[in-house]
């Protein structure tokens, strides 16, 4: 009994859970007002990027590429960025913000991308006078860390570049939640009106669920504007939901600007959400509003109704981002779900010193497996063998055979989830977020036990 | 003058050569745009990368052999649930990637070692798995991993599996075209004529540029079974590693797809003798034409003609109901490049539909000869065209549904404009009798959606048509 923790032994990968960090750095990029990434490498990788998104969100997003030919690949494809930056800042009018997102290609190449934005900024000064462009090195080899990481580099590069200098008190709360849905965006700005904080978000992915408008216009981009992030340096305080997603920017804010940094356990569940609102109360000085107790009271009345009952001793594999894989896994213990596999898709060492991690480790008095660097070859070997008995899988698409080939009841949370409908828009986080994935759970295994004539009688009384 | 500067590229005058206008009166030999062509960089073009062209194109397809991927993690993430191409074995080539995870170190020590490893481990794992290609990416070709010596070693460790290695980098060549010409090439050159297959008729065929999207392969299996066609090869949808082997022993290669596959056509032509003969699977008149050609060549016209009239007597009159009520629909095509000219004027004969816009990602000259010969005037054709031309070209020529893929059908979407999975179809075949009746549903289902008139509707009142206007 107790909890190992390992990695993976095999070299290769059958299976990845994680795409590489371009990818993340993408989505990051996305998440800002007015900007288009552009990404310097082959064109596959911005077009396969664009279409998983669109895969996952139903939207499409503008990603630029700067197309890397085979004579770049000789000679150094300087000319391809400075050519892709004046491209963009000629045909979009708006444009403020390029992320200028490297690849393995163009670091093994080893382009110059600091000189090459010297080049590009005077050459847009010259071309648009008046007109002030971001262009934000970040540094993506795709061989290094994975799209996680990738996420939290673009972050903490436009950080870096945009919010440059100290300047009066905004009276914000700075809030990186990490790699969410627009569903999470929008549960967490909810609850900063109810709490009355003004808070910017990083990035507001809120409008990555967009209409179809009368007029035709289209909405579909991030909501984090120019401003916002030059304001993060004169925020009140930063709130990391996330430890491996934008933790990062937040400690450089406290490092460089003297905004005092909170990170908290990433809000899955009840506990940490109670963790999560009881900081911005003692950041901000804000009472915790009746709104959020009654919200709290309803999430607890509903999954009182679940747990014991139906979850209790149901063991479950999960994997995914690890900020969201650690904090399911906490919210499985809360609703007596027990989580039996933990898979983390990359090489950060980090994970293995994580103090939630410690932490599961010392209440496990079950059998945990924690597998880190892993794939999804890892989960169908263990579902595969009868002596491991897996009664759920909580994790994206990506290991939808894994559940289809083994029946076995599979919720699907985190990135990307293209195999069903709408996920994007709801939340997994907070009070609502744990009592909708609560909710999810009992309907999907309720669903199984019927499909698979299993005790389904027991849903006559319930 | 019919190439045509759109107001979005005055910036970026070159466009002009890649967009043509079909003119009546006007000799088309005269203009043809220009195609393959590099991509100007910050366009957001839609085109993806030569490794794509190879692994998810044609390679990937086959049933029973495992893809390794060389390089980091992202080129097999990103080229796995992208695709339909079912198998009749459960999909095996839908299920799984694989990826040596390239490494910082392996990028400074070179990435063999790792690539052995992972090969063998590969072929432990699934020890009922006896095929591997594996792939080359943009960093492994450009720290020089030897991956052909890797295969041989691996090859001489384990004497039952049979490994093809394909050194097509992303950054190789314009497109994915580029990807589908080294496979074609490269599977020629090595493993053709070494495996003999069993020959169960008089009439062998190669069916060449068929990748099976939806089902289309195994709709069209059921003619070829009809008329006592054995298939040697179907290049690749739904076939196995060693029925390509055995390439060589066909009568005839049967070409639909000539942008991808046709290389490999004109080298079985070349080395083997083989006639190569292109047909367009998509469309009733086509298909009629291709399986009377088809026959013509062994001289079974009258089993064709049999089988054409069982499945027009079967099928010709849902055809002309959804004709009656598609007739006039104004139709875009922005997909990867032969589909242009395979559909173009099926729709317009066997449905009535008027084909408004072309563009094509991969197309060469050949394509474009082709697509502006069949295709109507008043038509724009257009290479390698981006987001804003294709604003541009829709406010233009207003097409009614727009076939393409899935992302910038979310952004037509948005425009009121349904459309039509034009790579990986929304209820496929596609190809075929039956497929054209699928193909001509889901067209139906789409342009007579409910949704997009209420759409339109400002509950407000009367301000629809003014902030329409304004948003044209």
Known sequence: MGCEITTKERAGVINPMYDCQPAGAQFAGIGIKDSIPLVHGGQGCCMFVRLLFAQHFKENFDIASTSLHEDSAVFGGHKRIQEGVMVLAQRYPDLRVIPLITTCSTEVIGDDIEGNIAHCNAALKEAFPGRKIHIVPVHTPSFKNSQVGGYSECMLSVIKTIATHKGAPNGKLNLFPGWVNPGDVMLLKRYMREMDVEATVFMDTEDFDSPMMPDKSIHTHGRTTVEDIAGAANAIGSLALARYEGGTSAQYLQTEFEVPNTQVNTPYGIANTD?????????TGKPIPESLVRERGIALDALQDLAHMFFAGKRVALFGHPDLVIGLAQFCLEVELKPVLLLLGDDNSKYKKDPRILDLKAKADWDMDVVCNADLWELEKRVKNPDYQIDLILGHSKGRYVAIEHNIPMVRVGFPTFDRAGLYRKPTMGYQGAMDLGESIANTLFAHMEFNKDREWLLNTW | MP?????????IPERERHIYLKVDGEDTRDFLPISNAPTIPGTLSERGCSFCGAKL???????????????????????????????????FNLKYVWSTDMKESHIVFGGEKRLEKSMHEAFDEMPDIKRMIVYTTCPTALIGDDIRAVAKRVMADRPDVDIFTCECPGFAGVSQSKGHHVLNIGWVNEKVGTVEPEITSKYTINFIGDYNIGGDTQLLQKYWDKLGIQVIAHFTGNANYDDLRGMHRAQLNVVNCARSAGYIANELKKRYGIPRLDIDSWGFNYMAEGIRKVCTFFGIEEKGEALIAEEYAKWKPQLDWYKERLKGTKMAIWTGGPRLWHWTKSVEDDLGVQVVAMSSKFGHQEDFEKVIARGQSGTYYIDDGNELEFFEIIGLV????????PRVGELVKKLHIPYINGHAYHNGPYMGFEGFVNLARDMYNAVHNPLLSLAAIDIRGGAAATSQEAAE
């Open chain 1, 275 to 283: 963790a999560m609102l009881q900081a911005i109360s003692r950041i």
């Open chain 2, 398 to 405: 207003k097409p009614d549904v727009i076939f393409t893929g």
């Open chain 2, 57 to 91: 194109v044609i390679g990937g397809v086959l049933k029973d052999t495992i893809q390794m991927i060389h390089g980091p993690i992202g080129c097999a993430y990103d080229t796995w649930h992208t695709k339909r191409y079912p198998t009749d074995n459960g999909h």
């Open chain 2, 3 to 11: 190439m045509v500067l759109l107001e979005c590229d005055k910036d």
